[in-house]
């Protein structure tokens, strides 16, 4: 797949890049850069009730004990 920078240095996703990721119009993408290569991917959506039910939960496993058992895992 090819795809040209525009004057403003923007490019088109193809088609078949964007099906291939599940892309759409308004999804958020990211760009990560590894060993100078570009990686896009979508952007999955933040479900902040959903973290913050799941984070209140783990309290019980963060005291000095727990810490000093798994410390070598």
């Known amino acids: 797949m090819l795809s040209r920078l525009s004057a403003k240095s923007q490019i088109t996703i193809p088609k078949r890049a964007r099906e291939a990721i599940g892309a759409g119009p308004g999804d958020l993408v990211i760009f990560e850069l590894a060993d100078g290569v570009l990686i896009l991917r979508k952007a999955e959506p933040f479900d902040a009730a959903f973290h913050g039910a799941v984070s209140e939960t783990l309290d ?11 410390r070598d895992l």
């Open 60 to 70: 019980e496993w963060n005291s000095p004990e727990d810490e000093e058992a798994f």
